[in-house]
């Protein structure tokens, strides 16, 4: 039975992370044929403290992310929302680990093949930014979203380093 939510926000909040992981996506050529893998499988995610379930599935190497959906879920990953984006940084091990936060039920070669192809994304954000406003600021433009983007990174890496030191701290 799908959730019955008071505000449109989780809906809202479905489509803008549909919109954004696909934008990325199709900016890296080799990434569609990665997703078509996981092709028919279903993703439940469950944003705790907020108490929002998206569920995303995938078909012809497109992300679908959705408020219900027909059958159960493959896999079920539940977490805070801070716990569950510090995920997207690879090089962060930590998340699957029982002090992470992160519950992962079901089949969890699926987590870790999504993992693994966000991973791997080398999304080609010059093309269409030079295409946009032509090759100068094509290009700084591209840079300023990739130093961004390292900058993302860093401050996830840092929030879930201080949040883990608080928590150990205030258990001491």
Do not use: C
Not at 103 to 128: M, T, V, Y
Not at 149 to 157: N, S
Request: no cysteine.
């Amino acid at each position: 039975m799908p959730a019955k939510y008071v505000t449109p926000l989780p809906g809202m909040l479905a489509m803008a992370l549909e919109t954004a992981v696909n934008n990325v996506i199709q900016l890296d050529k080799r990434a569609p044929a990665r997703l078509r893998k996981l092709q028919g499988r279903l993703l439940r995610v469950n944003l705790e403290g907020l108490g929002i379930t998206l569920y995303f599935t995938f078909k012809h190497g497109v992300v679908r992310v959705r408020l219900d959906a027909d059958g159960e879920a493959d896999t079920v990953i539940s977490g805070t929302p801070l716990a569950l984006f510090a995920m997207a940084e690879p090089e962060e091990a930590e998340w699957g680990l029982p002090e992470s936060k992160v519950q992962i039920n079901g089949d969890a070669s699926l987590a870790r093949d999504l993992e693994r192809i966000f991973h791997k994304l080398e999304p080609d954000w010059e093309g269409p930014l030079i295409g946009l406003l032509g090759d100068t600021a094509g290009y700084q433009a591209a840079a300023g979203l990739r130093q961004g983007a390292r900058a993302a990174r860093e401050t996830v890496r840092n929030t879930g380093q201080a949040l883990s030191d608080f928590l150990k701290d205030r258990q001491s």
